[in-house]
């Protein structure tokens, strides 16, 4: 071995190991084995796909004549009601008693998991309507239920193809419907809070509704992505105060979308006392 061989082994020895990094909310100390992963993948996995197969169909004839959506929403609720039931994860929701609840907001959420959606439809309680990605009409059942359920759907690959959608969605705001935005554009993989899609807010800003910013905290750790493995744990839904739009223009996008994503960092990473 030569003399700068061993200068490289000698920084190498000296250089500080890095930790892994931790999952925003991990519960410190708690380990999910092979007990955990076998609950998961022989009870609750297959209970939420039967969930979803069975309302599915339930939801069907109701759909075909359901053009607003508001009885496809007790569906979705029940749904999601059933699953919260079986993943043995209870949530604490703090901040909602601050909102008005009856006024059209728009709701920016980030988005961490799969359960994320369940967790909206049990606890927030009034109707919304969801802003979803084209991509997920292809799943079997769930796509139909979007499509026919009033959703509103976007095309980030063309937004023009979406100029109806977004029509749609500025006038059910308008007449009382309020929307839950992810304006982050999907799943986090490692359960940080993600830069916002341009654009994100422009719902908001058009028809001139509040932002209400909820942080969705321990569905990371609850069920990453590509995985089936759902750790049952405690969860927290944070609604923060609304940020107002009131004489806002697009040319104020940028400003509202950064003081949002600071409101929504403020709820999410603030000190948790969740334990199992």
Known sequence: MNSSSSVEVERDAEAPVVAAARSPHEIPGKTYGWLSRLRSYFILDPLVWLYTLVMGVLALPGGLFDRSGRRLHWFSRTWSWLIMK??????????????????????????????DIPVLYVY?????????????????IVGWQLKRSGQVCIDQQKPTNSIAAIRS???SLKTGMPLVIYPE???????????????????????????VPVALVGTYELLPMNTYHIKCRPLEMRVGEPISTAG?????????????????????????????
């Open 86 to 115: 079986t993943i043995l994860s209870p949530v604490k929701v703090t901040g909602l008693d601050k909102i008005d609840t009856s006024k059209p907001h728009v709701y920016a959420v980030n988005h961490a998991s799969a359960l």
């Open 185 to 211: 554009g999907g799943r986090t993989p490692d359960g940080e809070i993600k830069p916002f899609l341009p654009g994100a807010f422009f719902l908001a800003i058009k028809a001139q509704v509040d932002i």
């Open 124 to 140: 927030l309680p009034f109707q919304f309507r969801i802003v979803f990605k084209k991509e997920l009409l292809s799943y079997p």
């Open 169 to 171: 969605a500025v006038k």
């Open 248 to 276: 806002l223009t697009m040319r104020d996008m940028e400003a509202v979308s950064a003081k949002v994503k600071k409101a929504m960092e403020d709820l999410y990473y603030a000190p948790t006392t969740l334990s199992t």
